[in-house]
């Protein structure tokens, strides 16, 4: 097991990958369609797309979770 205080790091890249492979998935789909080549253009666009968002998710997540305890009742 990852110890407890990585949490935020694995929560970040985990929703980063969750979120961006199958993003990546349908715009390859829908702007290339089911051709020959598929394939490699997505894992292409899956990798940077996962690069772009792991760090973005690292900044936002934590942002967003401090806006939603502030306007969301306890």
Known sequence: MIPTKYY?????CL???IISV???FIMVA???GFVPGFTPAFLK???VS??????LAAIGI???EKITKKIVKK
């Open 15 to 17: 929703a980063a990958i």
């Open 22 to 24: 199958p993003i990546a």
């Open 45 to 47: 666009s899956a990798l």
């Open 8 to 12: 935020g790091i694995v929560m970040s």
């Open 62 to 64: 934590p942002i967003a």
């Open 30 to 32: 829908m702007n290339l």
């Open 50 to 55: 996962v690069l772009i968002s792991i760090p």
